[in-house]
């Protein structure tokens, strides 16, 4: 039997009977009211502060209106309400460009951080297990700023101690759709700090013209496109290799007539030199005059091309030893760029043995040694599988077009890649839609950029063959 006693008869050890006992009440402790008014307008004066240093351009126009109202009169408010609305918008309507730039996505900002994710942060967090709740106490990740672009919101979150990157990329599809966007990418800031991409919109529904021929000779970075930013997408090819992987239709042509595009100017110069294998004899064949003697498309043809090629290597790298670890193009050594449109054939689907070992060992040596003397391959297939492809490891930048299965975005671009945002396998079969829109992973980042090829149609080739032709 067990006996409650109320007040001070708590604090005394009585017993009335052996079988009686006494239960302890501890003592509440109350906060005062002036410290908790005191915390509570700390919390809202830092708050203030934060808001207003985070979003000065938003904070202001919507606190300036109401201090002029209190201490000058509704009608002093009024007329600065008016004021922000009218002279926003003559700034629009006359130079939008900057506009946009010191303001309007500031505002943006504002807005959304407001709206949607402060409003939906912790439902999100916690329904989606990147937030814990413990003894009735949340405990979330910290969103820390947004930042409004023209396609996108940049989000920057400060992680709960014990996360790994890998938590939130698994995450991806309750992020976007808790946060009502179409997909979520994740990069890391730095330690303990990721950023998460929002699209808006699609910067790359629209296919692109080919790119124009540039005025001056260079072996690159040769512009192929557009990146999803805006920026030009800029492909290296020389001091590399580069592996082009996308399903029938995806317009991995798109990527390889670009790339040829733009070094035309060399070509000409005599800088770059050009070998073509078109096992396929469907997409290099239209600019043959391009390529000169150094186009195949038998296998037999084909074998020969790529040992030519590493002869070329062997007895640069004879010559260089010693002297240069670098190579830079001249009209004695050019710049020799081996580009093989269906490299699937030649090393998997090859009936013939004997040919099929030596063009995998051309490729091999090829892709091992030729970067450091001039050497580069810029390889196409379809099928990404470790049988059909085993030395897509040596290409160090890879392009991964349309894909039919999500494992295949791995194989192409390096593991992780789709937990980042590389949803290759979600870009759309329409042509006009998702013809050339790939995404990119270059050796010196593992974050997968997403991008678009310029398209080259067949009288942009041919006007490029009659050109060097002349």
């Not at 007895?315 to 081996?338: C, I, K, S």
Request: net charge positive; with cysteine.
């Amino acid at each position: 039997m067990f006996r409650k006693l109320p007040g001070d008869e708590a604090q005394r050890l009585v017993s009335t009977t052996p079988d009686t006992a006494v239960v302890f009440r501890p003592a509440v402790l109350r906060t005062p009211a002036i410290v908790t008014l005191v915390i509570f307008a700390w919390r809202l004066l830092a708050g203030l502060v934060k808001l207003l240093w985070r979003h000065p351009v938003a904070s202001v126009i919507v606190a300036a209106p109401c201090a002029l109202a209190c201490w000058h009169g509704w009608r002093w408010g009024l007329t600065s309400i008016a004021a922000v609305v009218t002279v926003p918008g003559l700034w629009f309507t006359l130079h939008r460009p900057s506009f946009l730039r010191l303001a309007g996505w500031r505002l943006l900002a504002f807005w959304r951080l407001v709206w949607i994710y402060r409003r939906h942060w912790q439902p999100v967090m916690i329904i989606s297990g990147l937030g814990r709740h413990l003894r009735g106490r949340d405990y979330l990740p910290r969103l820390l700023s947004i930042r409004c672009t023209s396609w996108a919101d940049v989000v920057t979150v400060k992680m709960l101690s014990g996360q790994a990157v890998k938590d939130w990329a698994d995450r991806l599809d309750q992020l976007a759709h808790g946060f009502g966007a179409r997909s979520c990418r994740v990069s890391i800031a730095r330690a303990g700090r990721l950023h998460l991409v929002f699209p808006r919109r699609d910067p790359l529904a629209t296919p692109m013209p080919a790119v124009p021929i540039p005025e001056t000779a260079s072996v690159g970075p040769v512009r192929v496109g557009t990146r999803e930013d805006g920026a030009p997408w800029l492909l290296t090819v020389h001091g590399t290799h580069v592996l082009v992987a996308g399903a029938t239709g995806a317009g991995k042509g798109s990527v390889i007539w670009s790339a040829i595009r733009g070094l035309l100017p060399a070509v000409r110069a005599g800088l770059v030199e050009i070998w073509a294998l078109d096992p396929k004899r469907m997409e290099l064949s239209f600019g043959r005059s391009l390529f000169g003697k150094r186009y195949a498309a038998t296998p037999a043809d084909c074998a020969d091309l790529l040992e030519a090629a590493v002869a070329v290597m062997q007895e640069r790298a004879d010559r260089f030893a010693g002297h240069q670890r670098n190579h830079t193009p001249t009209v004695d050594d050019p710049f020799v760029l081996v580009v093989v449109d269906e490299v699937a054939f030649l090393t998997a689907y090859q009936s013939d043995k004997g040919l099929k070992l030596r063009i995998s060992a051309a490729l091999a040596t090829l892709t091992t040694q030729g970067r450091a003397v001039g050497v580069g391959v810029l390889a196409a297939l379809q099928d990404p599988r470790k049988e059909v492809m085993n030395i897509r490891n040596l290409f160090p930048d890879k392009i991964a077009l349309r894909l039919d299965e999500s494992e295949q975005v791995d194989m192409v671009l390096g593991d992780g890649a789709r937990d980042r945002g590389a949803l290759a396998d979600h870009i759309s079969p329409i042509p006009e839609q998702g013809a050339g829109v790939a995404y990119v992973r270059l050796e010196a980042s593992p974050d997968p950029i997403r991008v678009r090829a310029a398209y080259v149609s067949d009288a942009d080739i041919r006007a490029m063959a009659e050109a060097v032709a002349a």
